[in-house]
């Protein structure tokens, strides 16, 4: 089902507006990435999934978040990395055998918290922190197990955080349980990686809170960058803290992802910050 706010992400896909940019980019010499989010995958979305990952690996160039701070991107393609928030076992067995036979890189973000939980407090923690709804299929829902972690980083996946309890942490006006959820997430995921956990992504992509400074904290604990849930596409260069990713679950419509992972969602932002200066312009 396409979704009304996607037909004009459509429109500009087909009159073609990704490649226009694509060459005055080329044109400038100017390097950039799309972050794409997923989170849980059920198993009746898997070819769904497939399908999404095998465009990807076709038509756009599929980085690491290293290789993006690195700048070892195309010039001749989109850049995507890709990412899964949460910690959903279906990252672990549904996307990571399809990731590993197409080769593709990922980073998955972990609330340490709900791993290897008994069935039950899993079902609770997907309700209460995650807020979404348990399912009854035994194959589906579910957290990560300590070794699906392991092996995750042992095929060459990164591993980020993602607060211990998936905090909102726009609202939490207690620094000591901010800087808890933050700093303890990242000691647990480096104590089963037994590797340095770099990159962090924000529960609900709240990144902003009126009385504490996010991102510093997360430089003191340790971090190099964090990503926000914001669409839009990252420059080399941009504030490392605050990055753009999109959501493209497994159930969007095949041709609405395809058109936002070749960067069609920034026309459309486009467009609105036209509109918005022709009508501050009239005042």
């Known amino acids: 089902m396409i979704r009304r706010q996607d037909l004009t992400v459509l429109l500009l896909y087909y009159l073609g507006y990704s490649k226009v940019r694509d060459l005055i980019s080329r044109l400038q010499r100017k390097s950039f990435a799309l972050f794409i989010i997923f989170h849980d995958i059920s198993s009746i979305e898997i070819t769904s999934f497939v ?20 700048e070892n991107l195309s010039s001749e393609k989109m850049n995507i990395v ?25 980073t998955f973000f972990i609330s340490s918290g709900f791993v290897n939980l008994s069935r039950e407090a899993e079902s609770e923690f997907i309700r209460t922190k995650l807020m979404a709804q348990p399912s009854t299929n035994q194959e589906d829902k579910g957290c990560l197990k300590y070794e699906d972690i392991e092996r995750m980083v042992d095929q060459g996946f990164t591993v980020g955080g993602h607060t211990l309890n998936h905090c909102n942490l726009a609202y939490l006006r ?9 700093a303890e997430d990242k000691i647990k995921l480096e104590r089963i990686t ?7 992504a924000y529960p609900f992509g709240a990144h902003r809170n009126p009385e504490f400074d996010i991102a510093e904290i997360l430089k003191q604990n340790g971090y190099k960058a964090a990503m926000t849930t914001l669409p839009g596409l990252n420059l080399i260069g941009a504030n490392p803290y605050t990055l753009n990713r999109e959501a493209t679950p497994a159930s969007m419509h095949i041709q609405v992802f395809r058109a936002r992972a070749l960067g069609n969602y920034e026309g459309v932002n ?3 910050r036209c509109i918005s200066s022709i009508s501050d312009s009239k005042y």
């Open 51 to 70: 399908n999404k990952m095998r465009f990807l690996k076709r038509f756009t160039n599929v980085v690491s978040i290293d290789d993006f701070f690195s």
């Open 82 to 106: 890709i990412t899964f928030d949460d910690g959903y076992r279906s990252n672990f067995t549904y996307a990571m055998p399809i990731l590993t036979r197409l080769n593709l890189p990922a």
């Open 174 to 182: 207690d620094r000591g349980k901010l800087e808890y959820e933050i």
């Open 194 to 200: 037994g590797r340095k956990v770099d990159y962090f």
């Open 270 to 272: 486009f467009l609105k």
